[in-house]
């Protein structure tokens, strides 16, 4: 068998009939080369790790494996036999199972129906459900994997879903388990308890392939890392043989500072403060619950949490999308909580980086000239009056572009046909260069590569230098330690605790999940 | 990665597709000339040359043309919104109220006055009966589909009863209004015969088929060089980027809503004020709905919906010829090859879009 990289697994553990072979995949969507002749062997009984950008093509390469896709060309086998998987039911009879990073759970079911869902065998739900009980059991018992057989699926917090997703796939006969980016939703003892199933789940005999794009997990916990970039399968490691520094250089292709250099804050006079804010969803549950902080000019406020505890609903607030059910939000000496309107905040002389860029940030079937207006189309220097002035709107998009560095540098290109970190260019771009007081900026970094990371770290940092104030939103623990002077941690729509940009990591993981000293 | 239906050359997209729809469309058509027990390559030929082969061919696509522009217009700017506009008939039925009131009462006015006067009646009954189920939709959350369907037929019933009790003249059978005389659009007959001395077979084209071109680059002006067409489009692409932007979306689904009636209101123009001289009762006959037809098959933009309302005028007809040329195929025949270019083009659209796009595929390899 030709596989390039068998010399890296010279380990006698792992001798026996590897779990996986992939040889070979190809894989295009369009345009798009996916995977590149992608060969990897996954040693039976270990954590293997993907690491890669996003549009690196780990996703995909899974995808193939659990028969979602087809590979244009190439072949798998599953211990050691080949094996043709054409759809996610081949894949779970052959022993593969996945964990997906948006789970495919049903909200109103029970834990127990939720497993047992696509192997109920049978007409009638009875047996499959007496049979599902006994198995949960022992696997809780087994694996560290408790969770209440009767609970209501939908009212589990995430990291007990994603148990149960780990339940499902295990319950269906899962030799090989498959996870997407598992972390990205559990705070960090959360994440500590995934990591700890996982090395259960290795020792007694399965296979775990871990996809991220966090280093630190991959350090932690495989036993094996492959690396993937641009769809290529750039080299295959022995975890403990290698190094963060080694890894990241491998996925980017050349050295990156992970660490953003930046000299002290000088902070001047108070740009935002917000004072006692609330706000209500429909069912009357406050989702941002009595928060106030400030923000001043030439400094970085991070505010770090697991997603969903409040922060975007927090940014929908300041940004005059949604409307506070009570508090202020005092801008530069005006309450413009009550304006709730984005575009008279705007002019205000604040700038917003939505946290989703797709959904929000840009209209991707526009080209990138129209999406760079998105938000200040209506400013008089884009055309008087009622008009839109077609050149002015691509001379400036292609000015932008080439400050940003933008590639490909073309205004005329559809929105959604750039990359993540390019597409966040043209975004950061739009909104610095109106020269805004405030700057509030929601996960900056999300699926970006690590190139654009740099790039946009350094922006924020000049920004700042620049006397401006910068609000950063972001679940990215280390986003937010290297670029914030101060840190508020929210959990549960409340901020938790302020901290300093050198406070212990640990520290901010706990308040994230709630636990708090100083609580108010 | 993201887009796994693949990338087609612009070309193949907006052109190659349609032309591919059409012709399965059209090939199935034949198969049921077929099953009717006529040659179809014969009923084709009949067709394109009772369309195509005369003056006076030409002077009915162009007449039906005009009317399937506006409509189609109409549904496309909609579209454009994010909003499916099926109610092109209505708006364009009650439209006729307009240029009827302005027509009749003020036919004291000199026609440099009471022609524009009564365009603009057309244009703003037509958006009005837009507006409601606009605002509707946006304040009240009531789908735009089902509205707009109930304000045609809202719309019938209402002009059958003002057209009976209001505008038939006492003592006539037919249900009409007496003939509109000071708002009249000459059509190309009279033209040539008055300020030519040339002689033009009689069609029912008139001077409307330029209100036509104009409302094409109107349209055209509106969504792509002005905020408003910006916004309009925004909100139909991504309303969750729209409100980022600043952009109220309720408002842009009602301005896009007027306006959306207002084209199909211009239809009333060159029913009501350039051919038929009077208000009867289902002028619009279906022209709204294949506005619809003709909207998705010109992706909506102006110039596609330039071509598919000629082509539809060319089916219509070619179809009349047909049907007085082989008693056997009736015009319902048009009807059906109409729904099967709706079927392909809307409800198609993707059919063939995997197999052209691996073919592309492989063919940049």
């Known amino acids: ?520 | 990665m993201a887009n796994a239906r693949g990338e087609l050359p612009t070309w193949v997209d907006i052109g190659l597709i349609p032309l591919l729809n059409l012709f399965i469309a059209l090939l199935v058509a034949g198969l049921v000339v077929l099953i009717i027990g006529e040659n179809p390559l014969e009923a084709m030929w009949i067709m394109l040359k009772g369309a195509v082969g005369s003056i006076k061919g030409w002077g009915y696509v162009l007449y039906y043309a005009t009317n399937f522009i506006f409509t189609g217009l109409a549904v496309s700017v909609a579209f454009h919104a994010g909003l499916f506009n099926i109610g092109g008939e209505g708006q364009a039925y009650f439209a006729g109220l307009g240029a009827a009131i302005v027509g009749l009462s003020l036919e004291f006015l000199p026609w440099p006055i009471v022609i524009p006067l009564a365009i603009l009646a057309s244009i703003l009954f037509g958006a009005f009966w837009a507006w409601i189920p606009g605002y509707l939709q946006a304040k009240r959350g009531s789908h735009i589909v089902i509205t707009t369907i109930m304000f045609n037929f809202i719309g019938a019933s209402l002009m059958v009863y003002l057209i009976n009790n209001w505008f038939r003249p006492v003592g006539k059978m037919a249900v009409e209004s007496r003939e509109i005389t000071g708002a009249y659009i000459l059509s190309f007959r009279e033209i040539g015969l008055q300020f030519f001395g040339v002689r033009l077979p009689s069609t029912p084209l008139n001077l409307t088929v330029f209100l036509a071109v104009i409302a094409v680059v109107f349209v055209w002006y509106l969504l792509w060089r002005t905020k408003l067409g910006y916004e309009i489009r925004a909100v139909g692409a991504n309303p969750e980027a729209a409100i980022y932007a600043g952009i109220k979306p309720d408002r842009i689904i009602i301005i896009a809503m007027a306006i959306s009636g207002g084209l199909a209101g211009l239809m009333a123009v060159n029913e009501v004020l350039g051919v038929q001289h009077r208000l009867l009762l289902e002028f619009a006959g279906g022209a709204g709905f294949v506005g619809i037809a003709v909207a998705l098959m010109g992706r909506s933009h102006p110039v596609g919906i330039v071509f598919a309302a000629m082509l539809f005028g060319l089916l219509y007809q070619g179809g009349a010829e047909l049907s007085f040329a082989k008693p056997l195929i009736s015009r319902d025949m048009i009807v059906v090859i109409q729904g099967l270019v709706i079927l392909f083009m809307g409800a198609l659209e993707y059919a063939f879009r995997p197999t052209l796009a691996a073919i592309f595929a492989n063919v940049e390899d």
């Open chain 1, 1 to 520: 068998m030709a596989l390039s990289l068998s010399w890296e697994r010279a380990e006698p553990k792992f001798t026996m009939t590897p779990a996986i072979e992939l040889i070979g995949i190809d894989k295009r969507f369009g345009a798009v080369h996916a995977n590149k002749d992608v060969s990897m062997t996954i040693a039976q009984g270990s954590i293997h790790g993907i690491i890669g950008e996003n549009g690196a093509g780990k996703s995909t390469l899974m995808s193939i494996l659990f028969g979602f896709y087809a590979a244009d060309k190439g072949e798998i086998k599953v211990k050691g036999q080949p094996a043709k998987i054409k759809s996610s039911f081949d894949a779970i009879n052959l022993g593969i199972g996945m964990v997906h990073q948006h789970f495919m759970l049903v909200d109103p079911f029970t834990v127990l129906e939720n497993v047992v869902l696509g192997a109920e065998g049978g007409r009638l739900i009875g047996p499959a459900l007496a049979k599902a009980r006994a198995e949960l059991t022992r696997l809780a018992r087994d694996y560290e994997l408790d969770v209440d057989p009767d609970a209501i699926v939908g009212e589990l917090p995430v990291g007990l879903q994603q148990r149960v997703e780990i339940l499902k796939a295990l319950f269906k006969g899962a030799e090989t388990l498959i996870l997407d980016e598992p972390t990205g939703v559990l705070t960090p003892d959360e994440a500590d308890h995934l990591f700890r199933i996982l090395g259960q789940l290795r020792d007694q005999g399965k296979t775990v392939i871990l996809i991220t794009h966090k280093l630190r997990e991959i350090m932690a916990i495989t036993d094996h890392v492959s690396v993937m970039r641009r769809g290529e399968l750039v080299a295959t490691k022995q975890t403990s043989q290698t190094s963060v520094e080694e890894l990241a250089e491998l996925m980017v292709g050349r050295r990156v500072l992970l660490r953003v250099e930046k000299g002290k804050a000088k902070p001047g006079a108070v740009v935002l403060e917000v004072k006692n804010l609330t706000w209500r969803d429909s069912k009357g549950t406050a989702r941002v619950d009595n928060v106030s902080f400030t923000v001043r000019a030439g400094e970085i406020v991070g505010i770090a949490g697991v997603s969903g505890n409040g922060q975007s609903e927090l940014l929908e607030l300041i940004s005059g999308i949604s409307k506070p059910t009570s508090g202020q939000i005092i801008f530069e000496g005006k309450d413009i909580g009550i304006l709730g309107d984005p575009r008279h905040v705007r002019q205000e002389g604040l700038a917003h980086v939505p946290e989703d860029r797709q959904h929000r940030g840009l209209i991707s079937s526009f080209d990138a000239s129209e999406s760079g207006i998105l938000g200040w189309h209506y400013d008089e220097s884009l055309g008087h009056g009622f008009r839109l002035d077609r050149e002015a709107v691509v001379n400036r998009c292609q000015s932008e572009m080439r400050e940003f560095d933008v590639r490909p540098g073309d205004p005329l290109l559809k929105s959604a046909k750039f990359s993540g970190g390019n597409q966040q260019k043209i975004i950061l771009a739009r909104e610095l260069k109106r020269n805004p007081d405030l700057l509030i900026v929601g996960q900056p970094t999300r699926g970006v590569d690590i190139g654009a990371i740099e790039f946009i770290h350094k922006r924020l940092i000049e920004l700042r230098d620049q006397g401006k104030a910068v609000l950063l939103v972001s679940v990215e623990l280390d986003e937010i330690r290297s670029l914030s002077d101060r840190i508020l941690v929210m959990f549960a729509g409340r901020i938790m605790g302020e901290r300093d940009a050198s406070s212990d990591e640990r520290e901010i993981g706990l308040l994230m999940a709630g636990v708090s000293k100083d609580a108010a």
